[in-house]
């Protein structure tokens, strides 16, 4: 079992709609959790990060984090064709090493 | 206030040569980590370096090293390639939190 898995994607959502990613993970011990959203040919740039159980809302995105499932959602609401990228989620737990997902492509139709 | 930055931004190499990144992290930050990502592979972990001490490391073999100054700025070095090291070199820094701001990376082709 990978550490963090994602679904590869692509997602296709319409201009105007909610994207959800969905991360699961393994490690219990995970503390902090990370999205970072990557253009094609780009670095990751770090959207959300969220720590506790429960939303964090920052603009149109929503970070999720429910530890006791293993899981962490990011939502993107009123999605725009800017938004279509690689969506990397990771996280950090002991040992100073962050671990990433393989990522989700989404692709907002104009 | 600069980002982190990470020369050179482009490199082709042969089979067998050596190579050393740089990076210099956002001013202030004391924590630099590296990954290669590749298409196959994604965002691997390589190492994590704080003040000069090594803190992790990824199950890379011992080609990869990598080496912290008492500036923050980090390099890494990979000795003898192979055509499988090509990949993105991504280099990021943390102050003193979690929240870990990528370079722009250094493209490495082996040919």
């Known amino acids: 079992q990978k550490e963090v898995e994602q679904n590869s994607g692509p997602l296709s959502v319409p201009e105007g709609a909610i994207a959800s990613l969905n991360c699961t993970y393994s490690?219990?011990?995970?503390?902090?959790f990370f999205w970072y959203r990557q253009y094609s040919g780009k670095s990751p740039e770090l959207i959300m990060f969220i720590y506790s159980n429960g939303d964090k809302e920052d603009g149109r995105f929503t970070a999720q984090l429910n530890k006791a499932s293993q899981y962490v959602s990011l939502l993107i609401r009123d999605s725009q064709p800017s938004d279509s990228a690689t969506y990397l989620c990771?996280?950090?737990?002991?040992?100073?090493?962050?671990?990433f997902g393989a990522g989700t492509r989404l692709f907002v139709k104009a | 206030k600069a980002g982190v930055t990470q020369t050179p931004r482009y490199l082709i190499k042969t089979r067998g040569q050596q190579v050393t990144l740089s990076c210099s992290p956002i001013s202030g930050h004391r924590s630099v980590s590296w990954y290669q990502q590749t298409p196959g592979q994604g965002l691997q972990f390589l190492f994590e370096?704080?003040?000069?001490?090594?803190?992790n490391k990824g199950n890379f073999p011992g080609r990869f090293s990598g080496r912290q100054f008492s500036n923050s700025r980090s390099e890494m070095n990979v000795s003898t390639l192979e055509l499988g090291d090509s990949a993105l070199y991504l280099c990021a820094s943390r102050q003193t939190g979690d929240e870990a701001f990528f370079g722009q990376g250094t493209r490495l082709t082996v040919v």
């Open positions: 990771a996280l950090r737990g002991g040992g100073f090493k962050t671990i």
């Open positions: 490690d219990r011990g995970s503390q902090s």
């Open positions: 370096y704080f003040s000069e001490t090594q803190r």
